[in-house]
Each structure stands twice: as structure tokens, then as C-alpha cells.
């Protein structure tokens, strides 16, 4: 392991990570990319409803913040479905060691994530727990999400600033209440920063920052400055720039070039580790990076339930 991963820079301070936690580093493929021709992941997709309304969104796929747009994945339930499908991934290939719920919606909108969560690890307590998230609702789920020693948390933060953030966002729903404009993009960075990012790097949790890159002037010149924040400032664990795929509001845009990814990334880097290996994996993808597996895994799962 080296060296970089041995301590945390925690809001300007040298925090030594203990054993456990590093596993959840070099066994997590999103989060080391050596780890990521070794291990894999299990996503487990129970997670059908969304609490906002990116613009670029079209809501009839997974949540494009964390996977590729145009694809529909599965929902499983019950979530003992979900306890099902991770006990069959364990018996075949002992190489995942990491279950995600990635969607296909936002994660904390859906009570079948924390069933389908507290299941799993009561029955697998040594698999890593990850979580993807708008971090909508990320403050008042952390300390249920510790319980079930959730310990790596990507949150997808597009905006530092809310005047930014409204060109990104069309609504936010919270306790009930749909909120439009600046007012909607205020409470969703107020929620991601002080109360979802904050708390789960003090509950020693890794996060990984997803930002999706959107020219021209809506948030590219702004990536940098959350960087900057999530990094240093915060103590974000990686950061994981996300080029646009247009549609819905934003379906006319040019997205960046895989060249202005990588300068993007160069920009950022002085602020926070670059994840360069991102996949945009489906919200059901089983297996190591770019060679998923969930295709054989449902096929089985599936002649299981005749037989
Ligand atoms: Fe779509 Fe995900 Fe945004 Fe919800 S959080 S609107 S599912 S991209
Ligand atoms: Fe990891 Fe990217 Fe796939 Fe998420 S979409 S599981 S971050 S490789």
C-alpha cells in the first residue's frame, strides 16, 4: 500500500488510518485503482425513487450521477431479494468484496436501501458498505448508515455555490415540501456540505466526491473551487470528475472531450487524489471494473427459482 493511503488530511490534520479502515481502501475498486483489477463490487439495486431533479436527468434511467444514462437496471424486491442476490455473488466469486447501492434513484429516498443494508450485513458483516448519494438526505441518515458500517459514501456535489447550483437542479423535495430555484439548490448544498460530507468524514467514513462536468459556464469553471473545498478543507478521500451526457435540459449541450476531462483533472489534483478509473457502471454492475458479471449472476438466480 503506499504511502499516500496510510493517513487522511482532516480539516488540516494528519488523522493515521487503522487497519480496518484501509481495507475499505485497497479493497474497494472505485477507491484505489490497484484495487480495481483485484477485487469487485456488488450493486445491489433497490432504490427506485429520486428526492430531486438534476437537468440532466431524464428520469426513466439509473441515476447518471453514478452510472451510465440509458440504462435501466433491475429493482429487487423485497430486499430480502437483495440478501439473495449477495449471497449467490459471495458463493461464485469471492473476489467482490464490496456491495454498493448506486440507485437506480438516489439511495437515502428509498427505506428498502437501509432493509436491504441492515440484511446484508448482518448476515456478511465482512463486506465493505457503499453508498451513493445526492447527499440529499445524507444528514439524517449517517448515523443509521454507521450502524450498518457503511465506511465509503460518494456524494455527488456539482456547486459550492447555490447560484450555480440552480441552473443545475430544477427542484428539491425535503420533509414533504418541493423547493424550486435558488432556494431548492441552497438547501441541497447546505445538506451535502455541513450535514452530509461533514459528518461522514467525522464518522471516518471515505468519501468520494462525484462532479459532473458541465460547459460551457454552468459549473466548468467551477470544479477547481470545489475541489479546492471537498479536498484540503473538508477531508474528501477522492474526487471523481464526470463529463456530461446531455439530455433533458441539458440534452443540447457539447460535453467535454476526454482530453478537457483530463485537464480538468490536472487542475483538481493539487486539491484532492483524482479517481481516473471510473467505469459509469450500471446501478445492478456485479463484478470487477469493465468486467461485469450480472448477466450469468440474475441467469442463475433465475434457474435457481425453476429448479
Ligand atoms: Fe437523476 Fe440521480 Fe439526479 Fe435523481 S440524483 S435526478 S436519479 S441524476
Ligand atoms: Fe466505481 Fe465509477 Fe462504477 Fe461507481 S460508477 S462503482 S465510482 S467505477
Redesign the pocket.
Do not use: D, F, W, Y
Given at each position: 500500500m503506499a504511502d499516500e493511503y496510510r493517513t487522511a488530511t482532516v480539516q488540516g490534520r494528519e488523522v493515521p488510518y487503522d487497519p480496518e479502515q484501509l481495507r475499505k481502501i485497497s479493497e474497494?475498486?472505485?477507491y484505489s485503482d490497484k484495487a480495481?483489477h483485484a477485487f469487485g463490487?456488488c450493486?445491489v439495486p433497490v432504490a427506485p425513487k429520486c428526492n430531486i431533479q438534476c437537468n440532466y436527468c431524464i428520469r426513466d434511467f439509473d441515476c447518471v450521477n453514478?452510472?451510465?444514462p440509458g440504462v435501466t437496471s433491475r429493482v429487487l424486491s423485497p430486499p430480502e431479494e437483495a440478501l439473495d442476490l449477495v449471497r449467490n455473488v459471495v458463493r461464485e466469486y469471492p473476489y467482490v468484496k464490496?456491495v454498493?447501492i448506486?440507485g437506480p434513484g438516489e439511495p437515502l429516498a428509498n427505506p428498502e436501501t437501509f432493509e436491504a443494508l441492515k440484511l446484508i450485513h448482518e448476515e456478511f458483516p465482512h463486506l465493505i458498505m457503499?453508498i451513493?448519494t445526492n447527499g440529499l438526505a445524507l444528514p439524517e441518515s449517517i448515523e443509521e448508515l454507521a450502524k450498518y458500517d457503511v465506511g465509503n459514501v460518494?456524494v455527488t456535489l456539482n456547486a459550492v455555490d447555490p447560484a450555480i447550483g440552480e441552473k443545475i437542479y430544477s427542484w428539491v423535495e425535503y420533509d414533504g415540501k418541493k423547493y424550486h430555484g435558488r432556494e431548492a439548490a441552497e438547501l441541497l448544498l447546505a445538506q451535502q456540505m455541513k450535514g452530509g460530507i461533514e459528518m461522514a468524514v467525522a464518522k471516518k467514513m471515505f468519501v468520494?466526491i462525484?462532479t459532473v462536468y458541465i460547459p460551457p459556464g454552468i459549473n466548468d469553471e467551477h470544479i477547481p473551487e470545489i475541489a479546492k473545498k471537498v479536498g484540503g478543507e473538508m477531508g474528501a478521500f477522492t474526487f471523481?470528475v464526470?463529463p456530461l451526457i446531455p439530455q433533458y435540459k441539458f440534452a443540447a449541450i457539447t460535453p467535454p472531450t476526454p482530453k478537457e476531462k483530463r485537464e480538468m483533472q490536472d487542475r483538481c489534483e493539487p486539491y484532492i487524489k483524482q479517481?481516473r478509473?471510473?467505469?459509469?457502471?450500471r446501478a445492478d454492475?456485479i463484478g470487477k471494473?469493465g468486467q461485469d458479471v450480472q448477466s450469468c449472476v440474475y441467469q442463475q438466480m433465475k434457474d435457481e427459482k425453476k429448479e
Open positions: 474497494h475498486p472505485c480495481c463490487r450493486h453514478e452510472s451510465r464490496v454498493g448506486a457503499c451513493s460518494t468520494k462525484n471523481n464526470i479517481m478509473h471510473c467505469a459509469r457502471c454492475a471494473l
